[in-house]
Structure formats: C-alpha cells, structure tokens
C-alpha cells in the first residue's frame, strides 16, 4: 500500500457525461501528479498540483481539468467523455525534496 | 481490473534465472531514474531508483545500471520469482522540471 488513495475504483459512464476522480496524497505529500494509462499510449503526464497550485503540465485535454484543495486532496474533472478516454488514471504524489513519486491503485474509467 | 499494456514487449524467464529488462531512454538531459513494477489491476509500484551521477546501483534481488553514452537503462533481477511476474516500466526526469517521462513497458512472464 502506497498510502496514496484513489476513489472511486472503478467507474462507467456514458458518452458525453462529466465526471470527477478524487485522489488523496501520502500524508506530508504536497506534489500530486495525474497520469493516464490506456492500451496504447502507456502512462502519459496530465499535470501536477504543488500545495495547491499547478506546477506542471502535461497532455492534458481541454476538457479534463484538476484542483487540489487545502487539505492537499486532488480531483481530477473529466468531462464531454469520448470512448477513447476509457483507460485507467492514476494518481501519485511525492514529498517536497524527493524524487520518488508514488501511485495510487488507479480509478479505471470506461466510456461506453 | 485488467491490465492495460496488452501489446507490450515480453521477456519469459524461468523460475530461478534472472532477468534483465531494458530501457532506452529519450532525454540526455534526464538525471533520475526510476523502475516501477505494475502488477495486474494495481498501480506502478516503486522499486528503485537512479542518479544520473552513478553507473550502478542495488537494492534486494534488484541491480539497476545506468549507460548515458547511449542513453540506456536495464533492471536486472536476480533469483526470478513468479510474483516477479508484471509490467515493468522506467521513468526519467530531467534536473529541474516535475515531470516524469515513462517508457512503454516490458511484461516480464516467470515460468514455473
């Protein structure tokens, strides 16, 4: 157990719907980053929280959208779902000063 | 849930041997590393990790080496196990920038 929580675990939803993932980092973790894991583009980079403000950011889709909120939790807004953003998002945080990034179990969204 | 990567690499080892996977890397400006291991259904699992500034480090049953003439990392296990059994990705990092870049990942099967 990574001590990074995910929910909700799994999820499906239709076409054209909005929905939100929540991430709870490590406890002392301020760094939360976002990444998607689909069959055929591996985890890719959507952006990074840094004690509430956005640090970096990767491929993130216009529609998608993340905030991290005072008590350090994420959430990550997905919304005018496609079929192609089923996949799997994970959610990972680090402590400021290290390196090492560590995953949640992943919320796994399917678009139907 | 099921794991994604299903078009992976594989590298088949049997129980006992060791295994070497291999990471080509894109960045001559990257300076850390990482292994992760995914097990089915679970997020990326930390496993160890690598400063531009060292050709070799281990850890318990894991040796990662560090060529940066060719930009080329590999994860060596030592004993395989079948609970070795998973995705194997490395990550990179350039020195100030907060993102992680990861390869595509390599399944590594343990026969019995």
């Known amino acids: 157990d990574s001590g990074v929580t995910q929910t909700p675990k799994h999820l499906i939803t239709a076409t054209g719907q909005r929905v939100t993932l929540r991430c709870s980092p490590r406890?002392?973790?301020?760094?939360v980053y976002w990444y998607q894991q689909s069959l055929d583009q591996g985890l890719q980079f959507l952006i990074q929280?840094?004690?509430?403000?956005?640090?970096a950011k990767g491929n993130i889709l216009e529609r998608f959208s993340a905030q991290q909120f005072p008590d350090l939790h994420s959430e990550l807004n997905l919304s005018s779902l496609e079929l192609g953003d089923s996949a799997l998002y994970f959610c990972?945080?680090?402590?400021?000063?290290?390196?090492?990034?560590?995953f949640g179990e992943g919320s796994w969204l399917t678009v139907v | 849930g099921e794991s994604v990567g299903l078009h992976l690499p594989t590298l088949s080892v049997q129980e006992g041997d060791n295994s070497i996977i291999n990471c080509a890397y894109s960045?001559?400006?990257?300076?850390?590393f990482i292994w992760y291991k995914q097990e089915s259904g679970k997020g990326p699992q930390f496993i160890i990790d690598?400063?531009?500034?060292?050709d070799k480090r281990q850890g318990q049953r894991v040796t990662v080496l560090l060529n940066k003439t060719v930009k080329h990392l590999s994860l060596q296990i030592a004993a395989t196990q079948p609970g070795d059994s998973a995705v194997y990705f490395c990550?990179?990092?350039?020195?100030?920038?907060?993102?992680?870049?990861f390869g595509t990942g390599t399944r590594l099967k343990v026969l019995a």
């Open positions: 990972a945080s680090s402590v400021e000063g290290s390196n090492t990034i560590y």
């Open positions: 406890s002392g973790d301020l760094s």
């Open positions: 960045n001559s400006a990257s300076d850390y």
């Open positions: 929280y840094y004690n509430g403000e956005e640090r």
């Open positions: 690598i400063r531009s500034n060292m």
């Open positions: 990550a990179e990092k350039a020195s100030g920038t907060y993102k992680y870049i």
